[in-house]
């Protein structure tokens, strides 16, 4: 007979697609909270923290908490299509990326107003991916409009 797996607990405010990322133990800090900062700044060196954000534009934003905090960061994630309703987490990277977009980048069923513009979009964006420049490019303004981030890292 076999155990049957560990269920991870749940993170209040951390999507179940995001909280399997997390290293144990590791606090989810919202730089945006000053007493979240704070308690980020009082972790010891070598503790695993996570740094969210949920709005728009939150790539610059965590990178510069993590300087603000002293987290070294070790990996970013896109958590799509927003934070309160996570469906993917896909790593931060240009191939992770480029194959999300590349497969799940479709006009939804029964849509008919928008549908060419949407058909437009999509052809673009997979232009674009074939190239590392264009890809980068794709990369950077999902980083800007994507609304749900995750950090990674361990405090210095």
């Known amino acids: 007979m076999t155990a049957a797996p560990a269920v991870l607990p749940t993170r209040p405010g951390v999507p179940a697609s995001a909280s399997v990322l ?5 606090p989810v800090v919202w730089p945006s909270e000053p007493a979240d900062a704070q308690r980020a700044l009082g ?15 939150g790539r610059a934003r965590l ?8 987290v070294e960061v070790e990996s970013e ?4 299509p927003t934070w309160s309703s996570a469906t993917f987490v ?13 497969t799940f980048l479709t006009t939804p069923p029964r ?7 949407l058909e437009a979009v999509r ?5 674009m991916t074939r190239t590392r420049a264009g890809a980068a490019s794709v990369r950077l303004v ?6 749900g981030r995750l950090v990674v890292g361990v405090r210095r």
């Open 22 to 26: 997390l290293p144990s133990g590791a």
């Open 43 to 57: 972790l010891p060196p070598g503790s695993p923290v996570a740094l969210a954000d949920r709005r728009a534009g």
């Open 90 to 102: 896909a790593a931060d990277d240009r191939d992770a990326v480029t194959w999300l977009l590349s």
């Open 111 to 117: 849509v008919v107003r928008g549908r060419l513009v």
């Open 142 to 147: 999902l980083g800007a409009l994507v609304p």
């Open 77 to 80: 994630y896109v958590v799509l």
């Open 123 to 127: 052809r673009v964006v997979a232009a």
């Open 63 to 70: 990178r510069r908490a993590a300087e603000r905090l002293g």
